[in-house]
């Protein structure tokens, strides 16, 4: 048994808030569904709450983490996973284009990361078959909101033309140590590498154009947000109209569907020249 002391100690500017409640790391990785020979990469492993068991339940298990203290006591008391692979390094630095075919993520992420992690992922998403994240609940609720709802915006769109995401479970603050002061909940994705709207790849960064612009101005119809985005007025109409979309209506009412349909026309009309856009910028 090693002695508390030699556990390091929290470092807030990393997000470090460790799972202390055993039955939420039971019911994170039950969510996870996982089947022992596919391979599971861990963000964050901490003090390695979620990686033993993670262990116990597939044959190659990857975890990154950030900081060295953690990732050094880790390989001290999870000596006895020989399927582990600790990585010390930052996780928005990692080529997850080398990830085995049809990995599993699972993680309790640092906060401040976790939106530009997402996307970081998701480019990468011809590997991943899910993800099961503990998320802040208001990141959340953006995720899996509705068309119409006040929490649908771009990260909504976005996430579900690439993922079917499935809220599972909040989980109350003194289930960490420390405390975290926001809420959290437990997301999982399941990964469309094809995307919802079935873009090419090439399309794809259109759409993340379309949304962005359609968005940037919330009150305003979504024909006046993408004229004041600088597309042609003219190739913009008929865009709409070939999408059989109302230009009177607002972003936030369209689906993700219709978003396709639009970016799709616009990029046929010529209205958005090759994008420039990719969809980690968000
Ligand atoms: N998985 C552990 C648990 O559930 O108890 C710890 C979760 S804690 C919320 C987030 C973890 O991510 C911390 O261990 C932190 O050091 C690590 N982390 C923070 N930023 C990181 C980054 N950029 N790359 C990799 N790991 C990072």
Do not use: W
Not at 62 to 73: G, S
Not at 148 to 155: F, S
Not at 259 to 268: E, I, N, R, T, Y
């Amino acid at each position: 048994m090693r002695s508390a002391s030699s556990t390091p100690q929290a470092r807030k500017h990393l997000g470090q808030h460790f799972l202390i409640d055993p039955n939420i790391v039971r019911k994170i990785v039950a969510c996870a569904m996982l089947r022992p020979e596919e391979p599971v990469l861990e963000i964050g492993p901490g003090r390695g709450a979620l990686t033993r068991p993670l262990c116990g339940a597939v044959r190659r298990v990857t975890a990154i983490e950030i900081d060295y203290r953690l990732a050094t006591h880790l390989k001290e008391t999870l000596a006895d996973c020989p399927n582990l692979d600790i990585k010390t390094g930052d996780a928005l630095e990692y080529p997850y284009h080398t990830l085995p075919q049809g990995t599993v993520v699972v993680a309790n992420l640092p906060y401040y990361l976790s939106t530009p992690l997402l996307f970081k992922l998701l480019e990468s998403r011809s590997r991943i078959s899910r993800m099961v994240l503990m998320l802040q609940t208001e990141v959340a609720n953006r995720l899996v909101a509705k068309p119409a709802t006040p929490d649908y915006g771009v990260l909504s769109v976005l996430i579900q033309q690439l993922t079917d995401p499935a809220r599972e479970f909040k989980v109350a603050a003194n289930c960490f140590r420390p405390r975290p002061a926001v809420g959290s909940s437990v997301i999982k994705l399941a990964v469309r590498p094809q995307g919802r709207a079935h873009l090419s790849v090439a399309d794809q960064d259109s759409f993340v154009e379309t949304v962005r612009a359609a968005f940037s101005h919330r009150r305003k119809t979504v024909g006046n947000s993408l004229r004041d985005a600088g597309l042609p007025p003219k190739e913009l109409s008929e865009a709409l109209a070939l999408a059989q979309l109302d230009s009177t209506r607002r972003a936030e009412t369209l689906t993700v569907h219709e978003f396709g349909a639009l970016a799709d026309a616009l990029v046929m009309l010529g209205a958005i020249q090759r994008p420039s856009l990719s969809i980690s910028r968000t």
